[in-house]
């Protein structure tokens, strides 16, 4: 079946260095790309997007990479700090018929960044 | 401007019982759309709204139902609820659906005992 995964369900980093959050997709009608941030309690937060006719997008401290020849999305945290340590999710927006589009959600990588 | 509020923010229900989460936006988005997030997952679509009077079903609708009458409200009906129900529930908006993050509220967290 058609599905948004992660690689890895958790990852630690050091303060200070960079992270690396890896997602597969496998609907190649794809052409819409989020990340989200959800810390604890709270509702998802949008971190960075990306449209299919990207490879590459960057924002404050967050890069988003897209490889459509192997169906990857990457989110890159550059000097991650403390308060980056959250779950992080990658969606992809698909057509669902009839000119409407479904986001879909990855089971999520957790984050922590380690003082 | 308050973005998508939720109410409640917790509620405990017994097996059988009905109900209504409630979901508002105040940015004129025409896009909303109910999700829950189950332990360990993803979040996972129940129902959305292109628009006022426009409801289609997600990937999980069994056991709830929805209405648009508004631009504003979309709320989401338990009509008997279910242990299987227990969830956090999040409801979202955006401007577009392609072209734009959605921006969600803080969730409702129901437990069915």
């Known amino acids: 079946g058609e599905n948004v995964g992660l690689h890895l369900p958790t990852l630690s980093v050091q303060e200070g260095d960079n992270s690396i959050i890896n997602c597969a997709y496998s609907n190649s009608a794809s052409d819409y790309f989020i990340w989200y941030k959800q810390e604890s309690g709270k509702g998802p937060q949008f971190i960075i997007d990306i449209r299919s006719n990207m490879d590459k997008r960057q924002g404050q401290r967050v890069t988003v990479l897209l490889n459509k020849t192997v169906k990857h999305l990457s989110l890159q945290i550059a000097a991650t700090q403390p308060g980056d340590s959250a779950v992080y999710f990658c969606?992809?927006?698909?057509?669902?018929?009839?000119?409407?589009?479904?986001?879909?959600f990855g089971k999520g990588t957790k984050l922590s960044v380690i003082p | 401007n308050a973005g998508v509020t939720q109410t409640p923010k917790f509620q405990v229900l017994k097996t059988g019982q009905s109900m209504t989460l409630q979901c508002a936006q105040d940015m004129n988005h025409e896009y909303m759309s109910w999700y829950r997030q189950d332990p360990g997952m993803g979040l996972r679509l129940i129902h959305y709204s292109v628009g006022a009077g426009i409801t289609d079903q997600g990937e999980v609708p069994n056991g709830y139902n929805v209405s648009r009458s508004t631009t504003e409200d979309f709320p989401l009906r338990l009509l008997s609820a279910a242990p299987s129900q227990t969830s956090v529930y999040f409801c979202?908006?955006?401007?577009?659906?392609?072209?734009?993050?959605?921006?969600f509220g803080s969730g409702t967290r129901l437990t069915v005992v």
């Open positions: 969606a992809e927006n698909r057509a669902s018929g009839a000119g409407s589009y479904q986001l879909t």
């Open positions: 979202a908006s955006t401007e577009g659906v392609q072209s734009y993050g959605y921006t």
